[in-house]
Nanobody, 109 residues
Framework: QVQFVESGGGLVQPGGSLRLSCAASGVMFSIYTLGWYRQAPGKQRDLIATINSGGATKYADSVKGRFTISRDNAKNTVYLQMNSLKPEDTAVYYC???GGQGTQVTVSS
């Protein structure tokens, strides 16, 4: 059974940082392109970062230069380092395009 579990969210002040983790099981993790998505209230789930099997990364313009996606194939885990957080980054963050429980990130003073 394939399972992805996100963690690491929380409440942070503007300008702060958080590191999200997504642990995978039941999948040959190392061969896949992985991504982080986020969904703000009342909006669709948007792809914000990807990393392929070779480590090449891509970012949405909204997070470029502030967020960094990385992966540890030995741990079957993908990470999202988020720096210089803004209130508009507030959302539930997922590592799958559909489903999952996600992890809530709230940026507020």
């Amino acid at each position: 059974q394939v399972q992805f579990v996100e963690s690491g969210g929380g409440l942070v002040q503007p300008g702060g940082s958080l590191r999200l983790s997504c642990a995978a099981s039941g999948v040959m993790f190392s061969i896949y392109t992985l991504g982080w998505y986020r969904q703000a209230p009342g909006k669709q789930r948007d792809l914000i970062a990807t990393i392929n099997s070779g480590g090449a990364t891509k970012y949405a313009d909204s997070v470029k230069g502030r967020f960094t996606i990385s992966r540890d194939n030995a741990k079957n885990t993908v990470y999202l380092q988020m720096n210089s957080l803004k209130p508009e980054d507030t959302a539930v963050y997922y590592c799958t395009a559909q489903g999952g429980q996600g992890t809530q990130v709230t940026v507020s003073s």
